[in-house]
């Protein structure tokens, strides 16, 4: 076999660049084989790949008898978007919850728990944290994981993150670059476009992503993100202006630099995933994310071959595939230190995670005589099509932890179909079954959904004396009701609520906002 790039074989030089996903809950034949034979370097986990913290240190045990040195990464915001509690919901509070505290030391030692679990489980790289500003209040993919919309406060959050993660031994890797949290558009779908000034890039998105650096952060994820003021052309992902002369030029940069999932339609629907693969590549980036949509030995086929044509017919300087992989390399080796040295969690769960979700509870409005609620109550849950960033099986909500506290509770999930096929419905399945009793409306971003936002208002119009629960980025509030702000939809940001309205639980009454 032809030999490229300090004397390493083609084959393993184009395995070495990518970070493929798999089905199931051990490891396939076909991705242990191009760890052991031909050179993959990394593997990431998706919330498929999951049952539990044990079977997962059983299936990275597996992967690293192929390769002790193997990256290991997981998306592991907590918050919204978990994959190690796709299936129960997460046991810790997202960005904006932490945000909404704003202790940073709170947000460090939330982030050490996360990564004393993944290194635990073999996890050995992090795809998180979010350093992205959410400056556009209906940005529709970004949202609660941001820490907020205060670049300073996003700021000194980040840092607290990376230095929790990476003192538990997991890798952090601040995204999505040069930030995400000014867009309208979900870069799932489509590209996003950031229509700030190179100044106001520099003043309000780039200062979470520095503070990173100063903490030590190992990796950085790019955004796909079109950033005129940067580069009129080319995605970020895809840019050598903003992956090589920002990035690494100005901003000084040296580690990891991994693409956001490259199967994205923000760039495969201008390139292809091949395409948008080789033009990462070449543009800067040293490792490529594939598999939370194509998870098969036939997309890594693809790449591979892509990544090699592009070596001969000169798209893509063997030199610069070279330097990728020799950072993936540098990267695998620190991987495999911190892996060798992983020791077992016990299966002893900290309880911070409901510590500091009860501490981001916000309460708009007089709950004097409402909350505690006086009697059971009917739960009304207004639900929105999430995002593919987070597991759509993941439960949310507070009618589930709240019957466990009053098993008199009833409730009904309503999403905007059910309501366009049933004109009646809302008042049948909401207003009617509440009538004499303490009605609760949890909503999730409405004020980024017209539909959600006309069901609210009509439920308060008939019960004006309703608690309203915002599980999302927090909105106007409508007039006469108490609203409650738990800045996430995670399984102990429902506890939280749940205990305040059922007048249980340690924490004391949140303040007013």
Same mark, same amino acid.
């Given at each position: 076999?032809?030999?490229?790039?300090?004397?390493?074989?083609?084959?393993?030089?184009?395995?070495?660049?990518?970070?493929?996903?798999?089905?199931?809950?051990?490891?396939?034949?076909?991705?242990?084989?191009?760890?052991?034979?031909?050179?993959?370097?990394?593997?990431?986990?998706?919330?498929?790949?999951?049952?539990?913290?044990?079977?997962?240190?059983?299936?990275?045990?597996?992967?690293?008898?192929?390769?002790?040195?193997?990256?290991?990464?997981?998306?592991?915001?907590?918050?919204?978007?978990?994959?190690?509690?796709?299936?129960?919901?997460?046991?810790?509070?997202?960005?904006?919850?932490?945000?909404?505290?704003?202790?940073?030391?709170?947000?460090?030692?939330?982030?050490?728990?996360?990564?004393?679990?993944?290194?635990?489980?073999?996890?050995?790289?992090?795809?998180?944290?979010?350093?992205?500003?959410?400056?556009?209040?209906?940005?529709? !993919?970004? =949202?609660?994981?941001?820490?907020?919309?205060? *670049? %300073? @406060?996003?700021?000194?959050?980040? /840092?607290?993150? +990376?230095?929790?993660?990476?003192?538990?031994?997991?890798?952090?890797?601040?995204?999505?670059?040069?930030?995400?949290?000014?867009?309208?558009?979900?870069?799932?779908?489509?590209?996003?476009?950031?229509?700030?000034?190179?100044?106001?890039?520099?003043?309000?998105?780039?200062?979470?992503?520095?503070?990173?650096?100063?903490?030590?952060?190992?990796?950085?994820?790019?955004?796909?993100?079109?950033?005129?003021?940067?580069?009129?052309?080319?995605?970020?992902?895809?840019?050598?202006?903003?992956?090589?002369?920002?990035?690494?030029?100005?901003?000084?940069?040296?580690?990891?630099?991994?693409?956001?999932?490259?199967?994205?339609?923000?760039?495969?629907?201008?390139?292809?995933?091949?395409?948008?693969?080789?033009?990462?590549?070449?543009?800067?980036?040293?490792?490529?994310? !594939?598999? =939370?949509?194509?998870?098969?030995?036939?997309? *890594? %086929? @693809?790449?591979?071959?892509?990544? /090699?044509?592009? +070596?001969?017919?000169?798209?893509?300087?063997?030199?610069?595939?070279?330097?990728?992989?020799?950072?993936?390399?540098?990267?695998?080796?620190?991987?495999?230190?911190?892996?060798?040295?992983?020791?077992?969690?016990?299966?002893?769960?900290?309880?911070?995670?409901?510590?500091?979700?009860?501490?981001?509870?916000?309460?708009?409005?007089?709950?004097?005589?409402?909350?505690?609620?006086?009697?059971?109550?009917?739960?009304?849950?207004?639900?929105?099509?999430?995002?593919?960033?987070?597991?759509?099986?993941?439960?949310?909500?507070?009618?589930?932890?709240?019957?466990?506290?009053?098993?008199?509770?009833?409730?009904?999930?309503?999403?905007?179909?059910?309501?366009?096929?049933?004109?009646?419905?809302?008042?049948?399945?909401?207003?009617?079954?509440?009538?004499?009793?303490?009605?609760?409306?949890?909503?999730?971003?409405?004020?980024?959904?017209?539909?959600?936002?006309?069901?609210?208002?009509?439920?308060?119009?008939?019960?004006?004396?309703?608690?309203?629960?915002?599980?999302?980025?927090?909105?106007?509030?409508?007039?006469?009701?108490?609203?409650?702000?738990?800045?996430?939809?995670?399984?102990?940001?429902?506890?939280?609520?749940?205990?305040?309205?059922?007048?249980?639980?340690?924490?004391?009454?949140?303040?007013?906002?």
């Amino acid at each position: 076999m032809q030999s490229h790039g300090r004397g390493e074989p083609l084959t393993r030089l184009t395995h070495a660049v990518l970070q493929p996903g798999f089905e199931g809950t051990e490891a396939p034949d076909w991705v242990r084989r191009r760890i052991a034979e031909e050179g993959l370097a990394a593997v990431v986990l998706f919330g498929r790949n999951i049952r539990s913290p044990e079977q997962v240190a059983r299936l990275t045990s597996a992967l690293r008898a192929e390769n002790p040195d193997l990256i290991i990464a997981i998306d592991e915001e907590a918050g919204d978007v978990t994959r190690m509690e796709a299936w129960t919901g997460a046991s810790r509070p997202g960005n904006l919850a932490l945000g909404a505290v704003d202790d940073p030391a709170l947000t460090e030692s939330v982030a050490h728990d996360i990564g004393r679990e993944l290194h635990a489980a073999g996890i050995s790289l992090n795809y998180a944290p979010s350093a992205d500003v959410n400056s556009n209040p209906r940005n529709p !993919v970004i =949202g609660v994981r941001s820490f907020g919309p205060a *670049t %300073d @406060l996003v700021a000194r959050h980040t /840092a607290a993150w +990376v230095r929790g993660l990476q003192s538990a031994g997991v890798a952090a890797c601040a995204k999505h670059f040069p930030g995400h949290g000014d867009t309208a558009v979900d870069s799932h779908h489509d590209l996003p476009r950031v229509t700030a000034s190179a100044e106001e890039i520099a003043a309000t998105a780039l200062p979470p992503f520095t503070a990173a650096m100063e903490a030590g952060v190992r990796v950085v994820m790019t955004g796909h993100l079109l950033v005129p003021a940067l580069d009129p052309e080319l995605p970020a992902t895809l840019s050598p202006r903003i992956l090589d002369d920002l990035l690494r030029g100005t901003l000084g940069f040296d580690g990891l630099v991994v693409t956001d999932g490259i199967e994205m339609s923000a760039v495969t629907g201008r390139y292809g995933i091949d395409g948008a693969t080789v033009r990462a590549v070449a543009g800067g980036a040293d490792a490529v994310c !594939v598999g =939370g949509e194509s998870a098969d030995e036939t997309t *890594t %086929d @693809l790449l591979t071959t892509a990544l /090699a044509k592009a +070596v001969h017919d000169g798209t893509l300087p063997e030199e610069r595939l070279a330097r990728a992989a020799s950072r993936v390399a540098e990267f695998a080796a620190w991987s495999g230190r911190r892996a060798r040295s992983r020791t077992a969690a016990n299966g002893v769960r900290s309880d911070i995670g409901l510590v500091a979700a009860r501490r981001a509870l916000r309460v708009v409005g007089r709950p004097d005589g409402t909350l505690p609620l006086p009697a059971d109550p009917h739960v009304v849950e207004l639900v929105p099509t999430s995002t593919l960033a987070i597991d759509r099986q993941t439960p949310w909500g507070v009618a589930g932890p709240l019957r466990e506290l009053r098993p008199g509770a009833t409730s009904v999930r309503l999403t905007q179909p059910d309501l366009a096929a049933d004109a009646d419905l809302l008042d049948r399945t909401a207003l009617t079954p509440a009538t004499g009793r303490p009605l609760v409306v949890v909503v999730r971003d409405a004020a980024r959904h017209a539909w959600m936002s006309d069901a609210l208002n009509r439920l308060l119009a008939g019960r004006p004396d309703a608690v309203v629960i915002e599980m999302g980025v927090p909105g106007s509030t409508s007039p006469g009701a108490v609203h409650l702000a738990t800045h996430g939809a995670t399984r102990v940001s429902g506890q939280a609520a749940a205990e305040l309205l059922a007048g249980v639980g340690d924490s004391p009454f949140p303040p007013p906002s």
